[in-house]
């Protein structure tokens, strides 16, 4: 899944907001969803029966229980989808999709596997060794970890958990883990835990550097500010939703290093496969011989996934991708009777699931190849998103639908990935600013309300797409037309109540509750906790200074500024020239203006705002030798950063 740290984080702290007076699907709308109904293989009811395959028991509605009234993850609101016939509102593939995503509760996969699933967006793996436990992924937060294995234990006998793996650095994978193990069981060696070699490195890495911005682009990619309901949110995708718990993290204490690695834990005998590159920066599939037992994390599930995440992310190859899948399909398809992975449910029997790898392996392949086919024909990203169409045997396939990812935007980021944001187009080299832009198109228009007048008739026409372009247009030249708000927010109404993938639907349905509300007024969360912080390097750290300085601020000023970590024995030299600030580590300056020496400790309860330097310098727990205004002039130039952006109206006021 894409969402790492900084995406979790936010998600959980932010709270469901009302999403305004919505409207009912419009005509087109309705053929829309009455035609896509048409299309697909609604009677193969296949998919949930595998879901329930297996089932032992549940907890009703899958609650877990917040701290206060409000839960940190429950089905109930969706009780809606019990409905056989869809809602009106929502794309009718989607709808199934979210059916299947409600399904809820401890299943046995075969003999001594067994997966949670339904009480998080994420499964949870628990394979039964001779004296303990191996979990592989303990979900997003400790307390829907805490209430998986509690179910798993009223009904499967009491063994201590022994392993913990991580399979990627998503937040939705790792997250959980306190409520599994503790810090003192993992330091005791009572609890090993074992991720893909990077692990650390990539797992906050792009999520601390531009985590603001993702963590804001997050909300509209999983609805987290939409209530559920037939006009709200109803399903990522990939899972129901997020869970609102505590986010957690114990680094791992062995990796996964070698493209193929054997271990043997607690008497099973794990065969690890390294699939750099594919899904997450650093990820791993793992076979299980004496269980016959395929586990394809987050490379195989019943979606087609991204190759571009629209809350913002590097993109990823489609090609290697493919290449990862068929590997593994020929290394143990022959081999395997049961395939799972961490998102969705399983799949038995070696002819369906070497056929499943084969659809999954050959949709990355076809987007990738297909969109740079096109490219190299001179075609634009939006051009190739417009132009290509799914073979009709991946386009039946339930599991390569558009739920999470979509055929669109992936497309896109083929482009993206070989050729940039730019499309060769001198028009588009240097265009004017989105606010000007607006002005002009609107002044060459006629004006805002000839524009909103011609926008009205192509409304009733069901022509959504072009309607919300051109009121994003009137908006940005002027945010207080309200009839230029309502009209945009009506039309990506639609375009949400059409939408198979889930993420477009809630991105569609948060901008149009955003432009009837406003941006709402909460705090959006941090992309850094105590857990999470341990993971940033110091290195790392340094870097995000470098992204915080505020260049204008720093405008003609210099220093140097030795650090000293008592702890890690790390030493770093900090300057400022130029408006930028870099590092070099192991090194000190002799002429530094001044030397800050603390342990790394101190420097994350500053950072969580847990105390202040002149604080820490008065406690003896920061020691400055030299110059100590510099450092207060430094930090003077750091930016901090709004978590709640404006994102379908300008982002500053316009004049």
Known sequence: MATAVAVACALSASLAFAQGASSPAEPATLKANADMAKTLPFNNRQDFDDAMRGFIGTVPDALVPGTGTRPVF????????????????????????????????????????????????????????????????????????????????????????????????????????????????????KVQVIAPGGFMETAVAENILAGNAMSRRAQYQFGSLLPPGPRGQVDTGLGKALARGSITLIAPTSTIDKPTERRTIDGVEVVFQLVPGSEAPSEMLMYLPQFRVLNMAEDVTHTMHNLYTIRGAEVRDGNLWAKYIDDARVTWGDKTDFLVAQHHWPVAGQGRIVELMKKQRDMYKFINDQSLRLLNQGYTGQEIAETLKMPASLEQEWSTRGYYGTLRHNAKAVYQKYLGWYDANPANLNPLPPVDYARKTIQYMGGADAVIARARDDFAKGEYRWVASAMNQVVYADPANKAARELGANALEQLGYQSEAGTWRSAYLVGAMELRTGVPKISGGSSVNADTLKAVSNDLFFDFLGVRLDATKAEGKTMVINWNFTDSKQTFVLTLENSALTHLSSRQDAGADATVTLARATLDAITLKQTTFPEAVQAGLVKIDGNRAKLGELLGMLDTFDPMFKVVEPRVAVD
């Open 74 to 189: 429950s089905m109930k609101p969706y009780e809606f989808l019990k409905s056989s016939e869809a809602a009106d509102t929502v794309n009718p593939s989607l709808w199934r999709q979210a059916q299947l995503n409600a399904i809820h509760g401890l299943f046995k996969v075969t003999d001594r596997v067994y997966q949670v699933r339904g009480f998080d967006i994420a499964n949870m793996t628990i394979i039964e060794g001779n004296t303990s436990l191996i979990i592989i992924d303990p979900l997003l937060t400790a307390e829907s970890a805490r209430v998986a294995l509690d179910l798993y234990y009223q009904h499967r006998p009491r063994k201590p958990v022994g392993t913990v793996i991580y399979t990627h650095g998503h937040g939705d994978h790792f997250g959980g883990v306190k409520g599994v193990t503790t810090d003192a069981d993992v330091a005791a060696g």
